[in-house]
């Protein structure tokens, strides 16, 4: 067992609003800035759509991420050595400017100076690129709202799936839907972009699990840009560099949110600690497709058990990491809950960034009431003159999971590697706590159908209390469990990272010592 800890994240998308204030927020801080024009470290795309590079899933056209081979081992899919001398001179998988969009500003000026005249002045988009007046055909969020055009969610490759019945009963006006999915770097266990560099830029810190680029070291060879298959690698063509999220670490070292998260206004982000086994990161990568899932969250380790935490200490694991991982929230919604789960598995990439599946839109009905629910109702809250209620419970249990808008073949594309079932039971989990909470605080809902959900999804009333606490109610110091940074550890991170090229990633050399 040679455990290591690993900051991880969760992203609630029940929750997510869709307002692109965590995309504002990273922009201002960290691409603001010449040659990183077209660089969204934080983007928010519409489902079902294209996303951001345009159809950035689909890895028959960008070979990114890993694909198992005969012998039952992993390969890059698109780079490596002799993919990468093939491709020297001209690599066919990278985004193109078309793929992201030609970034623009506007002719602000125009609307100061423009001469007195019977028309209003306008500014004009002006490519940031050639500095022409140009038309604007594309943007890191194009795509919002716009569920069901042809240009784009019919476009979005977890469709392939589906049969064309199924794809219409999508895009029928009374069943359309849409939910927002934000991405950020996953900072994985496998990193594909780590494997790719040939100069050994790029790396995965030690303490935390951040995965970084040197600066020094980089050569802008690019390979990082054509292996992640979730393309959060971006070119700056002002510095000749590649770039990407680093997931604020000067703000976690400080003991600060990451700024994306920090200003999340649904307050759907979590972030916090998990230990994993290191030993078996091969194995649950090269997994069965069928398998990934499982075998990944296998890998994760319990942070209250006494065999890991003398593993983790022995691996030079402070004392107050292994605190933050007991209270992780990431634990508690992945393993200890397993409400949440990686997006795309099949890239074999093990992603740390998980998501709760959105529950939403489900068939519900507005049925007649007896008015006995307006008694258990605060005194300010409002009350409405008809006996009339929102229902959203079905006779059949889970009905309501069966009869969502989104077709349960098409979230397991997204969340589960193809496997409908992962997929189903987190969605049960989360209809089981509604359920629950129904049944405490409405009463409508009888306690033996309440008891049955939960029974059948492997919840009890203290863990259904768990997630309700944690999804509406908590607080910030909740949501955002970051172990303090330790001197000895930073010193180490400032080390020539080529001089520990093949053991990247995973832990310290030697240890760090008193006197540095």
């Known amino acids: 067992m040679d455990v290591r800890a690993q900051i991880s994240m969760v992203f609630h998308l029940d929750k997510c609003i869709g307002c692109h204030t965590c995309s504002v927020a990273c922009k201002n801080i960290w691409t603001d800035r010449k040659g990183a024009e077209y660089q969204w470290w934080n983007n928010v795309e519409t489902k079902p759509g294209t996303g951001y590079p345009g159809k950035w899933e689909d890895q028959d056209v960008y070979k990114g991420g890993w694909t198992r081979n005969g012998n039952g081992r992993i390969e890059l899919k698109g780079a490596g050595k002799q993919k990468g001398l093939a491709n020297i001179f001209h690599n066919p998988a990278l985004p193109t400017i078309d793929d992201y969009y030609e970034p623009f500003t506007y002719d602000y000026l125009n609307l100061i100076e423009a001469p ?98 040197n600066q020094k070291v980089c050569r802008a060879w690019r390979m990082c840009v054509t292996a992640c298959p979730y393309k959060k690698s971006y070119y700056n063509w002002h510095t000749g560099k590649s770039e990407k999220c680093i997931l604020c670490f000067p703000r976690m070292e400080a003991g600060y949110a990451p700024a994306c998260m920090h200003s999340c206004v649904g307050r759907i982000r979590y972030i916090g600690v998990l230990l994993y086994d290191a030993d078996r990161i091969e194995a649950a990568a090269s997994a069965d497709e069928n398998d990934l899932v499982a075998r990944q969250l296998d890998i994760l380790m319990d942070p209250f058990d006494e065999t890991v935490i003398a593993a983790a200490k022995a691996n030079g694991i402070p004392d107050s990491t292994i605190k933050a991982a007991q209270d992780s929230p990431t634990y508690k919604f992945v393993k200890e809950w397993g409400m949440a789960l990686p997006l795309h598995p099949e890239f074999r990439t093990l992603p740390m960034l998980f998501y709760v599946p959105p529950l939403l839109p489900v068939m519900a009905s507005v049925t007649p009431s007896d008015g006995a629910q307006k008694e258990k109702l605060n005194t300010i809250a409002k009350r409405w003159e008809e006996n009339r209620l929102y229902d959203t419970s079905t006779e059949e249990l889970w009905g309501a999971i069966e009869q969502a808008r989104f077709p349960l073949k098409y979230m397991a594309s997204l969340f589960g590697a193809g496997d409908t ?96």
């Open 116 to 213: 007195a005249g019977d028309d209003q002045p306008t500014a004009r988009p002006i490519s940031l690129i050639t500095g022409e007046p140009m038309d604007v055909k594309m943007g890191p969020n194009w795509d919002d709202d716009l569920s069901g055009t042809p240009d784009y969610a019919r476009n979005d490759p977890n469709l392939e799936n589906l049969t064309p019945a199924e794809r219409d009963a999508m895009f029928q006006l009374e069943r359309m839907a849409f939910f927002y999915l934000p991405r950020i770097c996953n900072h994985c266990l496998n990193p594909a972009c780590v494997a790719s560099c040939p100069s050994g830029a790029i790396y995965k810190r030690g303490e935390d699990g951040i995965v970084l680029i």
């Open 421 to 516: 079932t992962a997929v189903a039971l987190r969605l049960k989990r989360l209809m089981a706590v509604r359920l629950y909470r129904r049944w405490k605080t409405v009463g409508d809902i009888a306690e033996e159908k309440m008891k049955q959900a939960l029974a059948e999804t492997g919840l009890t009333q203290e863990s259904a209390e768990g997630i309700f606490y944690l999804t509406a109610l908590a607080k910030f110091n909740d949501r955002f469990v970051i172990p303090p940074a330790h001197r000895e550890q930073a010193i180490e991170m400032l080390e020539f990272t080529g001089d520990v090229k093949g053991s990247v990633g995973f832990g310290f050399r030697e240890r760090p010592e008193r006197g540095l």
